[in-house]
């Protein structure tokens, strides 16, 4: 089954705010748009992914994602996370109906491929299934299957609410790259052990230069 997924991506200028104490106001924004890149190129280049569609108002960072292959959708309701995954995801199936839809975050710079076609195969057995993140509490992933609406409840605490969505939780050993979001200065260092694209090392070192 091939899917199309649905990113979600803040302005950079406001993005990955809780990384403050790792990265000042003036490196932030190209971190975040690393992550975002990092996060598109892989995703670009998994094999159970037929297309890949950013919901971002960003100008900068829409460019250079749909230089890596994304359509670029604006985030037009202006309500957050979750009003701009229903936009995205009603853009794509005001195209075609039938296409199974999956919401990523852009915040997953160690991400896999290979990783990332297990768990949209093991989403694949389900109407809805999520993907809990390395932290346990929130959610890097949600599928809904062709028919099947995404409702996302992404945001704080979000396991605890997709589960009680009615959403399966899937049990997957071997794809921390899928689960390694980057919130916080000790995530960066947890997905920098796990390895990361080629844009987030580079952003990555310049923190380092900068200290
Ligand atoms: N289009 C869009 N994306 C959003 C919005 N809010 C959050 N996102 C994206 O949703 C994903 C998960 O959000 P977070 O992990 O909280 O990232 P963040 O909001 O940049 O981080 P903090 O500022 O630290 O909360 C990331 O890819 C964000 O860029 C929004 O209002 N619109
Ligand atoms: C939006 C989410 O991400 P975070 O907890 O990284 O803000 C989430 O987990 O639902």
Redesign the pocket.
Known sequence: MQWTLV????PLA??????AATAGDGLRPGL?LAFAQDTVAAVAACAAVRDVVV??DDTLAGRELAALGARIVP?APGE??NA?LRHGTAAVRAGRPEVAVAAL???LPALRPLELARVLDGAAQFPRAFLPDAAGIGTTLLAAAAGTELRPV?GTASRARHAASGAVELALDGVDSVRQ?V?TGEDLRAALALGVGPRTAAAAARLLIAD
């Open positions: 990113i979600p991506l803040k406001r993005a990955k705010s809780r990384l975040a919901v971002t985030d957050g996370l701009a975050n852009a915040d992404f979001d919130d």
